[in-house]
């Protein structure tokens, strides 16, 4: 939550608040809870108050990409208004660039047929070509130098 505290400027009460209240926009795919083994293994790896004297009593909420969006639509500071349109926008240009990466597959895959179309009727006439020729070229005696 300290990443998300830090990134929409909002303590991490208040995350917690605006979570609870919105529970129904958080379903098990944007959000969960860290198992206590989760949590005792991200413990050790970081310095904090012991649980007996006002440390964290829960384990810490974790949230995906839909769940930080998600969180920066339903939170009021500024700095989240920020993130949440960065996001959008984000999103916008993403989905362009899926569209424009389809459109370009699309032209690979035309030219790739178009070009396999091209060679095939270049390697039958080259076909035809070598059947026409008067002695087949295995049987030609080689021009040029011996060594």
Request: hydrophobic fraction near 40%; aromatic fraction near 8%; avoid cysteine.
């Amino acid at each position: 939550m300290l990443i998300l505290q830090n990134l929409y400027g909002v303590e991490t009460k208040v995350l917690n608040q605006a979570v609870k209240r919105n529970l129904k926009r958080f379903p098990e795919d944007f959000m969960f809870r860290l198992s206590p083994e989760e949590y005792s293994n991200l413990k050790s790896q970081f310095v904090t108050s012991s649980e007996n004297w006002g440390g964290k009593r829960k384990q810490p909420l974790v949230f995906n990409e839909n769940g930080v969006a998600m969180l920066s639509g339903i939170l009021n500071s500024d700095r989240a208004i920020e993130v949440n349109i960065a996001i959008m926008r984000i999103f916008t240009k993403l989905r362009s660039f899926m569209m424009l990466e389809k459109n370009l597959l699309s032209r690979v895959d035309q030219l790739e047929s178009n070009t396999t179309a091209v060679f095939k009727v270049v390697f039958e006439k080259l076909d035809e070509l070598d059947e026409q020729l008067p002695v087949h070229p295995a049987t030609r005696t080689k021009i040029g130098m011996k060594n």
